[in-house]
C-alpha cells in the first residue's frame, strides 16, 4: 500500500508534496483497498502515525507507523483495556485509538490542559507530565494498575523517553506492549524549551537494545542472573530485563512486548 500511494504521490509531482484537489478522496480509496484499517483509520483522523497525511493545501508522506502496530494489534481489537498515550496534539492518535479498539478506554496524557477538548466517553485526558510520580499514580489509579498498550509520542527527548519507560514499563499488563515513537528526535535535544539532560546522551535505541541483550534470560538458564553485573543493576532494570518478551524496531519507533 505505502508503495502503491507513493506511486500516486510521485506522478501527481515529483517532490514531497502535492496539492490537495480531489488526491484526499484517491488516496482514501488506495488506503481502504491496500492497507491496514488502522492505517485508514490514522488517514482519516489526520494523525502523523499514518503513512500518509493531509494538510489544508498539501498532501505528504508521513511516519507510517500504524501498519507496523495493525500487524501486532489486530488480534486484540475486540478485547476490554486500557492504552495510555504521552502527548495529545490535535487528538488525531486518541480518535484512531478510539475507532480500532471499540471496547477500549484511552487516557490521553499532556502538559496542554487545551488537550481536556478530546475528551469523549471513552477518551479521558490526564494533565500531567509523563516523566512525572503523580501522572503515573493518577494513571494506575484509573487505569486500575494495568494497561495493555501504552504509547510515547510526547517530548521525543531520549531521557524522557528512558525516564517515561522505566517508570511506566509497571502499568503494561503481561503480554502487553510500550512503544516509543520519534527515536531521531532526541539527537536535536527535544525542544528548544527543554534543553539536553545527561540522559538525552544516550540514544534511547541504543538503551533498549542493552536491554534487550539477555532477553534469553529464564529461570533455568540465567548467567546473567548470577552475574556480578547484574547483580549490581538497579532493582526495577532487572525487573524489566526479566519482564521483556519481544522488541520490535522498525522505523523511527520501537515496541516492546511484556512476557504473557
Given at each position: 500500500?505505502?508503495?502503491?500511494?507513493?506511486?500516486?504521490?510521485?506522478?501527481?509531482?515529483?517532490?514531497h508534496?502535492?496539492?490537495?484537489?480531489?488526491?484526499?478522496a484517491?488516496?482514501?480509496?488506495?488506503?481502504?483497498?491496500?492497507?491496514?484499517?488502522?492505517?485508514?483509520?490514522?488517514?482519516?483522523?489526520?494523525?502523523?502515525?499514518?503513512?500518509?497525511?493531509?494538510?489544508?493545501?498539501?498532501?505528504?508522506?508521513?511516519?507510517d507507523?500504524l501498519?507496523?502496530?495493525?500487524?501486532?494489534?489486530?488480534?486484540?481489537?475486540?478485547?476490554?483495556?486500557?492504552?495510555?498515550?504521552?502527548?495529545?496534539?490535535e487528538?488525531?492518535?486518541?480518535?484512531?485509538?478510539e475507532?480500532?479498539?471499540?471496547?477500549?478506554?484511552?487516557?490521553?496524557?499532556?502538559?496542554?490542559?487545551?488537550?481536556?477538548?478530546h475528551?469523549?466517553?471513552?477518551?479521558?485526558?490526564?494533565?500531567?507530565?509523563?516523566?512525572?510520580?503523580?501522572?503515573?499514580?493518577?494513571?494506575?489509579?484509573?487505569?486500575?494498575?494495568?494497561?495493555?498498550?501504552?504509547?510515547?509520542?510526547?517530548?521525543?527527548a531520549?531521557?524522557?523517553?528512558?525516564?517515561?519507560?522505566e517508570?511506566?514499563?509497571?502499568?503494561?499488563?503481561?503480554?502487553?506492549?510500550?512503544?516509543?515513537?520519534?527515536?531521531?528526535?532526541?539527537?536535536?535535544?527535544?525542544?528548544?524549551?527543554?534543553?539536553p539532560?545527561?540522559?538525552?546522551?544516550?540514544?534511547?535505541?541504543?538503551?533498549?537494545?542493552?536491554?534487550?541483550?539477555?532477553?534469553?534470560?529464564?529461570?533455568?538458564?540465567?548467567?546473567?542472573?548470577?552475574?556480578?553485573?547484574?547483580?549490581?543493576?538497579?532493582?526495577?532494570?532487572?525487573?524489566?530485563?526479566?519482564?521483556?518478551?519481544?522488541?520490535?524496531?522498525?522505523?523511527?519507533?520501537?515496541?516492546?512486548?511484556?512476557?504473557?
Amino acid at each position: 500500500m505505502f508503495k502503491k500511494v507513493l506511486s500516486y504521490i510521485a506522478s501527481r509531482w515529483g517532490g514531497h508534496y502535492i496539492d490537495i484537489g480531489d488526491t484526499k478522496a484517491k488516496i482514501e480509496r488506495i488506503v481502504s483497498e491496500q492497507g491496514s484499517i488502522l492505517d485508514k483509520y490514522g488517514f482519516l483522523e489526520n494523525t502523523d502515525k499514518s503513512s500518509v497525511i493531509a494538510g489544508n493545501t498539501r498532501i505528504s508522506m508521513s511516519h507510517d507507523y500504524l501498519r507496523h502496530y495493525d500487524f501486532l494489534f489486530h488480534s486484540f481489537r475486540a478485547e476490554k483495556f486500557s492504552l495510555i498515550e504521552f502527548g495529545c496534539a490535535e487528538g488525531g492518535s486518541l480518535r484512531t485509538w478510539e475507532k480500532y479498539f471499540p471496547s477500549a478506554q484511552i487516557y490521553g496524557v499532556d502538559l496542554d490542559e487545551n488537550a481536556k477538548r478530546h475528551e469523549t466517553e471513552r477518551i479521558h485526558i490526564v494533565i500531567g507530565d509523563a516523566t512525572s510520580t503523580e501522572t503515573f499514580e493518577t494513571l494506575k489509579a484509573s487505569t486500575g494498575g494495568n494497561a495493555f498498550i501504552i504509547l510515547d509520542d510526547a517530548s521525543h527527548a531520549w531521557g524522557d523517553q528512558r525516564r517515561s519507560f522505566e517508570l511506566f514499563w509497571d502499568l503494561v499488563s503481561p503480554g502487553g506492549f510500550y512503544v516509543v515513537e520519534d527515536l531521531e528526535c532526541g539527537c536535536l535535544g527535544a525542544f528548544p524549551a527543554y534543553p539536553p539532560k545527561v540522559l538525552d546522551s544516550q540514544p534511547f535505541s541504543e538503551y533498549m537494545h542493552d536491554l534487550s541483550k539477555i532477553l534469553r534470560w529464564a529461570p533455568d538458564r540465567n548467567p546473567e542472573e548470577n552475574s556480578y553485573h547484574f547483580k549490581h543493576l538497579p532493582k526495577n532494570i532487572q525487573k524489566i530485563k526479566r519482564e521483556m518478551d519481544m522488541c520490535v524496531f522498525v522505523p523511527g519507533a520501537i515496541i516492546v512486548r511484556k512476557k504473557p
